[in-house]
């Protein structure tokens, strides 16, 4: 084990811009069979799309196009484009011309602007946007400056009350204590299906639940001191469902729920050379039922966001030199709770940067009785660099204790052919890996990673719990010497930061 000097921890920061500037950089080199169509904001949706010069101009446009399987839809580089893509099977997303990807963002307008805001309450210099929004999971200040803590009451007996506290009703002023603090207020639509044998009334929250945005700002009219502040919106940029052989190349996705959003099972989902970042945080419901937070009742939120996922089954899955960053979950995610038999067959995670995501990669795949026949299997994760979860914005979730670098859950994650290679492991505010099965076969194969973590911090958890959970492993003098044994990484190299 090697002592993490100054000059080396230097030395890895330019490793990773480096491998940051080549993401950003990637060249176009996609091969499209069919026919490619052009998207820029110079465009008009009335045109044909066939060249540049009669390109589409909104996303809208993308979705409600009748494309084919081997057709391309190309975005123009250094174009900004608000709201999202409703994928079609086949069809290759990607950039062309020259200068940064073409970038997406989430909400419909920068919220900078002193005629967007009004003062609600001077005497706690708490101020509305004057439209109705999506829920946003937090507000970005000045591309990543600052951002807000979103509070997030339980709804109950009809009124807001204090998540910690439901004796308490929730009153902004009282609350919001700190500046940059944020609400989000909607109860406009509610629904009684029960949860956890109640049935009183809590808020619908969807995509078309448009609520009031209040947020402290005590330096004044925030449209006056910030010249930006984007809202992550409740919105996913590329929706892919189950839409087979979509490649998404080039992009950058900036300020959603979702970046790319697969569900049921997937086929062919490749998501290569992207940029996707400050992801999640949104209200996904308020039925009490977050697994993370199990004393928590009917009325009390979930929050949610990746920045690539497939929620079931998926073949030939693959993200690659892509830049990932600030996510309030996770970046990279296969992942499913079910009831019938499931398989994840041919995952890549290759060559990717992933920072300050509570999770850098998420997957669980949980089994009810008689679903012995659900598993992964081919699992490859090589080349990454993940690095700093729990150190980015999302760790203002209430479940503070779960960051990983690899976060597998304790679920029975039956695995065959599951491999961690040559990867970079920088640091984790919590664990760095989180790889527990019910069966002991069924954990990684370990080999040629890197470890980088503080004296004292952990290594993290491996192996079967079908006869308990495998001890949590502290990252101190002996690290290497577990890493090998433990973890079976025979050839890692591992180094403390005292």
Known sequence: MINATKEFLDNQEKLYEARKQEILGSKDDLTITGTTYYVSTSGDDANDGLTPEKAWKTPDRVTNAELCAGDGVLFRRGDLFRGG???????????????????????DENLAGADKWELADADHNIWKYKRTILDP??????????????????YKNSTFVCRDDESKIFVMADEMVRDLDMFWYFDRTLTKNPTKGEDFPI????????GDLYLRCDAG??????????????????RVGTNAN???????????????????????LHVTNCE?????????????????????????????????????????????????YESYDAGMTHQVTTWKKVTM???????????????????????KDGESESCMDDVVMDGNIIRLSGYGWGQQRHNYYTPALIKGWSYVNTARNYSITNNIFDRSAYRMLHVVSLKDESKPTLDGNTFIQNLGGMIGQIGGNENG?????????????KINNIFGDKNAKVYIIK
């Open 137 to 154: 999971g937090t507000l970005v200040f000045n591309e990543g400056e600052k951002h807000s803590v979103k509070l997030i009451p339980t």
């Open 221 to 238: 009219n925030p449209g006056e001191v910030f010249d930006s502040i984007e809202a992550i919106a409740r919105r996913v940029t590329f």
């Open 345 to 367: 067959h041919k995952i890549r995670y290759l060559n990717n940067l992933v920072e300050k995501c509570v999770y850098g990669v998420e997957y669980f795949l949980d089994q």
């Open 203 to 210: 808020p619908v929250t969807g995509e078309e639940s448009f």
């Open 85 to 107: 893509v409703n994928t079609k099977p086949g069809v290759t997303y990607g950039a062309y011309g020259e200068g940064a990807k073409p970038e997406f963002r989430g909400w």
């Open 276 to 324: 996707i970042g400050w992801i999640g945080g949104n209200i996904q419901h308020y039925f009490g039922t977050d697994p993370n937070y199990p004393q928590g009742t009917r009325g009390s939120v979930t929050r949610f966001g990746n920045a690539i996922e497939i929620y079931g089954g998926c073949d030939d899955y693959e993200v690659s030199n892509c830049y990932i």
């Open 246 to 268: 979509v490649h998404i190349d080039n992009i950058c996705m900036k300020y959603y729920c979702f970046g790319v959003s697969a569900g049921g099972h997937s086929v062919g």
């Open 469 to 481: 959970e495998p001890e949590t492993e502290i990252f101190d003098e002996k690290a290497e010497e």
